[in-house]
């Protein structure tokens, strides 16, 4: 099973945009989702930090919200963090969560706008503009590195 990390803002849409637009990405994301069935989602998005996990997962469609299994610990409650993570939260609270889930050594892919979050040159990490969120053209590419973990 493939362990997709999944961000919110800049992602889902656009990282700075007034509220009437969150999730407005949602339905392209949901449609990759679709077509790469053998996937897992965990939410990294800070939105996890004051929302419950239930909530996020009422924001996605029907077929789609089971596939959301958890969400990652905050960066400040991790405990033992290899030093080549100290300065990568975001990766460090993904490799957290596939330790804790006995997935350490599963294919994971973290969709986020951050690319400072990640050690450079992660190949773990797929990139998405946060000015623009997940675009249809992304999605396809998003949709291939996913068939091809």
């Not at 449609?31 to 004051?50: D, G, K």
Request: with cysteine; charged share 25%.
């Amino acid at each position: 099973m493939r362990t997709l990390f999944l961000d919110f803002d800049g992602v889902l849409h656009p990282e700075f945009c007034h509220e009437s637009r969150h999730f407005s990405c949602l339905s392209t994301f949901e449609q990759a989702l679709r077509v790469t069935p053998n996937c897992e989602v965990v939410i990294t998005s800070t939105w996890r930090l004051y929302t419950p996990l239930d909530s996020l997962r009422s924001r996605f469609s029907s077929d789609i919200a089971p596939r959301i299994i958890g969400a990652t610990g905050q960066f400040g409650q991790l405990e033992s963090i290899p030093d080549t993570l100290l300065g990568y939260e975001r990766e460090a609270e993904c490799i957290a969560w596939l330790r804790a889930n006995g997935r350490a050594a599963s294919p994971w892919l973290a969709v986020d706008d951050r690319s400072w979050l990640f050690r450079p040159f992660n190949r773990s990490v797929f990139l998405i503009d946060g000015r623009t969120g997940l675009t249809m053209d992304k999605a396809e590419e998003l949709i291939t590195r996913l068939r091809n973990l």
